[in-house]
């Protein structure tokens, strides 16, 4: 921790979220709290969002081709920003939630975000199953015995993930436009 923050839990523990008793399911893990189904309920309203109404429709559209949406009659300015601001509202609250389940401090968890979502498909509910998977290689990479491995070797495979994920969006747009030629 950083001397320039300074713990919620110590300085204010009634700003914590509730737990309710959701760390007694997972091991008696302390920060297990209310931030986990709130996080996926976030999850499938996105999805509901983008996969159900006629406004994400519009957003992944605009976010396909924004010419082709202007060209439908769709906003793309308004929807691109829209998109922005969204996603900036997701991720701070995601950081809430983080840092509110009595964390010092909030990781750079940029990079595992990106794999997570790679991971996911780029499906908000995939995103959820790949996010545990990615914590999980995080969380080990602590764990491995020192003596054979650096710590650093869980970063190392979320960022192969990362590039193989790249790589297959890569192939998948090169074999595309390679059968659209033909």
Known sequence: TSPYTITVAHANPSAIIPSIGLGSLF??????????????????????VLEKTRFGYE????GNNKNAARYCGMA??????LTLAIGGALAGLGAAMLYLTSQSAVPAMGFNGIAAAFLGGLSPIGSIL??????????????????????????LISAIIIYLCGFMAFMKYAMNRSIARR
């Not at 091991?27 to 996105?46: D, E, M, R, T, W």
């Not at 957003?59 to 605009?62: D, M, Q, S, Y």
Request: proline share 2%; net charge positive; charged share 10%.
């Open 59 to 62: 957003l992944k559209a605009t």
């Open 130 to 155: 790949a996010s545990y998977f990615i914590q999980h290689i995080t969380l080990g990479g602590a764990y491995v015995d020192k003596s054979m491995y650096c710590s650093q070797i869980s970063d």
């Open 76 to 81: 793309e300015k308004r929807n691109t920003i």
């Open 27 to 48: 091991s008696g893990n302390q920060y297990v709290g209310l931030s986990i189904p709130l996080s996926v309920l976030i999850a499938v309203l996105v999805w509901v």
